[in-house]
């Protein structure tokens, strides 16, 4: 997560859902187009890669992201890459004992003992100086490009889209979910994503329960946007009162552009 804020309750620890999920199976007598509505359709996943950099990077070019890194001052260490791995918070650790699992001996192997000493805490030990250089020059090989796709899908997308095919909602429900598990993760406190969605589900109920889409979006946004003001750097809520609102006000549940939006005042446009 890029944009500052406070506490360490994002991935308090990753507990994944994904292990435990079915997708909803497709109806059939669906149309061609519904049956393909998915947020891991290519296509759409492009979609949701842009809509979150535009909220995480104030960019749509959330390839270029692939070589961020900074210390944004949350207490999670370093923050970096295409999802915001953070040093304290396991995710940096996991992604690159999969690199170097994969590429023994690549440029940030050498940092694993002070990655596994500093998680859980915001400390810089072992890394500084040389740890945010040597990590763009990583994301410069495309083993590194690949391994953080392939961390962002396991813990992140992955999950967040099996849940909203189990809950029965479509493109925009799966890419609320997606934003939410970004910013939120899905530990077991709070602000969660878990959490968010357990409130949501004490007030409507999702299509898969025999609710309605829209309301239950709704439903699960309020949550969202409760859960963004428990941390102060988070209370600018417009990646969800500009962004999401606007698509589901539109009916636009399939997430079909063109799209436009708005994230921190800055105006956004997908033809």
């Known amino acids: 997560m890029h944009t500052p804020h406070t506490g360490t309750s994002r991935r308090t620890l990753l507990t994944l859902i994904g292990a435990s999920l079915v997708a ?5 007598g669906q149309s061609a187009t519904a049956a393909a509505a998915g947020l891991d359709d290519p296509a759409k996943k492009e979609i949701a890669m842009k809509l979150v950099s535009s909220a995480e990077n104030s960019s749509l070019d959330w390839k270029a992201q692939y070589k961020y890194i900074e210390d944004i001052g949350d207490g999670r260490g370093y923050t970096a890459g295409i999802i915001g791995f953070c040093s304290g918070t396991h995710d940096m650790l996991d992604l690159v004992e999969l690199y170097t699992r ?14 596994r000493e500093v998680d859980g805490s915001d400390s810089h030990e072992g890394l ?3 740890f945010p ?12 490009q ?41 530990g077991d406190d709070s602000t969660s994503f878990g959490s968010i969605r357990r409130r949501a589900l004490a007030r409507a109920k999702p299509p898969a329960q ?20 428990q941390e102060e750097a988070h209370s600018d809520t ?10 589901l ?11 436009d939006w708005k994230v921190y005042g800055d105006s956004y446009h997908l033809g």
């Open 24 to 28: 909803a199976p497709l109806l059939t």
């Open 249 to 259: 006000r539109n009916r636009n549940l399939n997430l079909n552009t063109p799209l």
């Open 102 to 115: 994969r590429k023994p001996g690549n440029v940030l192997a050498k940092y694993l003992p002070a990655l």
């Open 210 to 229: 025999g609710g309605d889409e829209v309301t239950y979006l709704n439903a699960f946004l309020d949550a969202r946007v409760w859960a963004m003001k």
């Open 133 to 144: 250089a040597d990590w763009r020059r990583a994301a410069q090989d495309s083993a590194f």
């Open 146 to 186: 690949q391994a953080q796709n392939d961390e962002r899908d396991r813990v992140y997308f992955n999950p967040a889209v099996g849940q909203g095919k189990t809950d029965g909602i479509g493109v925009l429900g799966q890419f609320t979910y997606y934003d939410a598990i970004v910013m939120h993760g899905d």
């Open 238 to 247: 417009s990646r969800v009162d500009t962004a999401q609102r606007v698509f």
């Open 128 to 130: 500084d100086p040389g």
